[in-house]
């Protein structure tokens, strides 16, 4: 065992209660045991489930063109939902679509597809009818007629508050917002292809304020999903998350269940635009906010699985911030050279945050049959207002404790230096002995501490979440 870690195990056994609390009484154990609570436990699976990633595999003149590797990478970080734009006609791009797709729902892996532009405005029911044709004619006879295995969900338009061309705003946004929505969920329940698969709303910017969602109006009629962008701005996950959600759902008023489809952090070195933190924060904050979105019902979507390549000039802070594009840096796969041509999949580097996501996914991933988690009769004691947790629970039985703090642990660039947060501890008590072992999915893909058997132990705890299987 790791003790900085982990156990700092009190003992083991149903006396240890009696014993770390004196000891001297049987009803100084019964009053222990009435301390502990039901704490009811939410499906392993579901929070897998809880994770999107975006991706541009229709954008054929990126490094998205490089669709066999793309695919394999979305295997092999064990993701379950991604979002892209769905893409018709006989491009390259639509073509690389059209075969990663399919084969993609075959793995588990679902499509949250995003229906047209706000340009499409004037043509709207003919822009949504062209799309569900297309996937009625091109993708049903690929699934054998089940677009339900193939697509998780279709949203409306893309950042409809925000610019739409030449860096200017649709005056009438708001409206023909409204229409293109009306029109995507009449074209998507008109087809019996697609007329089961959820709609969410169309997705606004992170800026997004009371007043506009005035403006936007009720969606609900429209929509069974929320749908929004709330970047982090180099902090932490929660940064603005209950504001956000409260303006959201004055568009979504009767709507239970949110997805947040961009989401994340920029590693661009550049200090002009925007905060940007480095790698190490990004894997921390990005594991954290997959329980922070699920918490409140919310999907958490990260932009994006594949950075663009840029040539930056790291001679000076000031060539960097004139050279460096804080677009290109919102990946968890880095390109090491600075050109579409020259980055081929050999040269791609997998960021921290790909391994901490991958690690994490691997271990609560628990695919079957639906069946109704039990709760556990246990208690946390220590720490202060910023500690949280989620319980889990998989098929066969075992229990998983996230615990986690909501912190700051880095500066933003120009330096990017991880911040000093001193490790508090947390006891957990639980009403029955119970194998335990624990988890970093940031540091390791093997468990970080165990023990046989025990009912009362500590975790210490600093930046980063801990993950405690409850045999």
Known sequence: MKRRDFLSTVGAGAGVIALELGGTSAASATASERALRLVPARRADDLCRNYLINTKIFHA????????????????????????????????GTQNQLRAMPHLARQGITWHGTVGTLSDWRHAQRANR??????????????????????????????????????????????????????????????????????????????FTARRAEHLGDLSRWSELGNAHLYNKGTSPTRGLRDHLKIMRRCFPGTGRFLFTETGY??????????????????????????????RNAMYGRFELLDDPDR??????????????????????AMTRGSVRDSTPDTWRKKPEFYAMKRL????????????????????HGGGRDVHHVLLQKRDGRHYLAVWR??????????????RVDAVRIRVRLAHARPIRLWNPNTSSEPVGHHSATNDFNIWLRGELKLVEIG
């Open 61 to 92: 003149d990126s490094v998205y063109r490089h669709t066999g590797a793309v695919v394999d990478l979305l295997e092999e970080l064990g993701v379950r939902v991604i979002r892209e734009r769905i893409t018709t006609g006989s491009s390259q």
């Open 130 to 207: 062209q799309v569900m044709d297309f996937l009625t004619s091109h993708y049903a006879p690929r699934m054998n007629g089940d677009l339900g295995e193939l697509m998780h969900s279709f949203g409306g338009c893309n950042e409809v508050d925000g610019p739409q061309r030449h860096g200017r705003r649709d005056k009438h946004w708001a409206r023909h917002a409204r229409r293109m929505q009306k029109a995507l969920w009449e074209q998507a329940k008109d087809n019996r292809h697609t007329r089961d698969i959820p709609v969410a709303g169309p997705s606004t910017r992170t800026d």
């Open 266 to 295: 920029n590693n661009s070195p550049q200090t002009n635009a925007n905060a940007t933190v480095p790698e190490f924060a990004s894997a921390i904050y990005g594991v954290r906010g997959i329980f922070d979105y699920f918490q």
């Open 312 to 333: 930056i000039d790291h001679r000076t802070q000031r060539r960097i911030n004139a050279t460096a594009d804080i677009q290109a840096h919102f990946g968890l796969v």
């Open 361 to 380: 996914l691997r271990v609560l991933s628990d695919h079957g049959h639906s069946f109704t988690p039990r709760p556990l009769r246990m208690a946390l």
């Open 406 to 419: 909501d912190v700051k642990v880095s500066e933003g660039f120009p330096h990017g230096r991880e911040l």
